[in-house]
């Protein structure tokens, strides 16, 4: 091979053992060579999978959290005013959001949902 001279021969035949340990190491390479190439992308995949299903997906979350995590709203101070005679057993608070439980003067029970961004209410609902 390091000859310049060299010309190109053809090959001899191999005897018919040595060719059929030849195409069995061929089959073999392959299968081996396949199996790391599935193996290597299996691991890829996982990989990925692991790191996307980690990330918080924007899509999935409600309106009130997504507008809650990008609108920084300053501390201040706001006045909420409840219907005269409502008495507070209690409250949550969720995103911008704050739901208060309790009963009128007439016994029912009501809740009461205001956005504190703006301050005004978002529903009424009355529990029977």
Sequence with gaps: MTNPNFTDEEEKP?????????RKM?????????????????????IVYKIDRNKPDQSRLPATTTAAMTDVVPAAKQ??????GFVLESSSLSGNRILMFGADPEGRQRMFVYDIGTGKQVTEIEVK
């Design 14 to 22: 191999l005897d018919p053992a040595m060719e059929k340990i030849r």
């Design 26 to 46: 061929v089959r073999l390479l392959v299968i081996s060579s396949s199996v790391i190439i599935i193996g290597l992308m299996a691991v890829v995949f996982s």
């Design 79 to 84: 006045t909420i005013t409840l219907p005269e």
